[in-house]
């Protein structure tokens, strides 16, 4: 698994080795805090894109910055962990950033892969993709899953939290 967890750099020339071999790469990107069956069905959906899985995972820092200072439950490296433990993705590379802009431009993907929530307008790093001949695909979430409700789930039945 630790073979799966690669550096800027590392991602960098693996992708340039993958688009000489006819590879498709697909890029991906999310904090994947408390993994669920949401996560692994888009992961999933999104390895379908192509051949090579490029997961851009966010460090504890980048979390704490986009959700608060009581995220991310799981730290970033059992989270890499996991994610690295998954079939379907073949690298995780940690990323501070607020988003992944500067990492989708070292991998320069094949294909893009958001959740459908996001319009394709305001996908960071889209028109870079598409720019390199690349596509966009955005992807449905599964009702009713996130780690944010199961959070607010476990906080209810075990603490009487609401």
Not at 1 to 6: G, L, N, P
Not at 149 to 161: C, E, N, S, T, V
């Amino acid at each position: 698994m630790d073979r799966k967890r690669v550096s800027l750099e590392e991602i960098r020339a693996l992708a340039a080795r993958y688009r000489q071999q006819g590879k498709q790469i697909v890029f991906t990107n999310g904090c994947f805090d408390i993994l669920h069956a949401g996560h692994v069905t888009y992961l999933a959906r999104a390895k379908a894109c192509g051949d090579i899985l490029v997961l851009g995972l966010n460090s504890d820092m980048s979390v704490r910055g986009i959700k608060g200072d009581k995220r991310p439950v799981i730290d970033e490296d059992q989270r890499a962990c996991v994610m690295a433990a998954l079939a379907v993705v073949d690298h995780v590379v940690l990323f501070d950033e607020p988003d992944p802009e500067s990492l989708i431009e070292a991998v320069v993907p094949h294909v893009l892969v958001k959740g459908a929530d996001w319009p394709e307008d305001q996908i960071i790093g889209g028109d870079f993709v598409k720019a390199n001949q690349g596509r966009v695909e955005r992807i449905a979430f599964e009702e009713d899953i996130s780690t944010t409700r199961i959070i607010k789930r476990i906080g209810k039945r075990f603490y009487g939290a609401s």
